[in-house]
């Protein structure tokens, strides 16, 4: 399985790649789409920091919700806030328009 991480935090870059994974540091939201454009082409697992997914939110779901593959996965960063309380809820509500 190969794993391609696109970060907006470079202690998160250095880490996965001491554990093998590669990666691109971005700090636009310009730059940010275009390397997970690029991300998409060859790894089966694409790997997002947070800060990431904040920059291009809309971007991001739009594949998570129209593509099979790659995954998509979103990773915490470190000392991150984490995710929002109600974030999985969200997610399918606006997925598939369902109030839990």
């Known amino acids: 399985m190969r794993f391609h991480l696109v970060s907006d935090n470079e202690d998160t870059l250095v880490g ?3 554990a093998g994974v590669d990666g691109v540091l971005v700090k636009e939201p310009e730059l940010a789409q275009k390397a997970i ?3 998409l082409n060859n790894p089966s697992v694409v790997l997002l920091t947070e800060g990431v997914v904040a920059m291009c ?3 991001v779901y739009d594949l998570k ?3 099979k ?3 998509i996965v979103e990773i915490p960063e470190r000392g991150g806030n984490g995710r929002a309380k109600d ?4 997610y399918v509500r ?3 328009g369902i109030k839990i």
């Open 16 to 18: 996965m790649r001491l």
């Open 37 to 39: 454009n690029e991300a």
């Open 57 to 59: 939110s809309e971007f």
């Open 65 to 67: 919700l129209n593509r």
């Open 69 to 71: 593959r790659p995954l």
């Open 87 to 90: 974030s999985i809820t969200r």
């Open 94 to 96: 606006e997925a598939i």
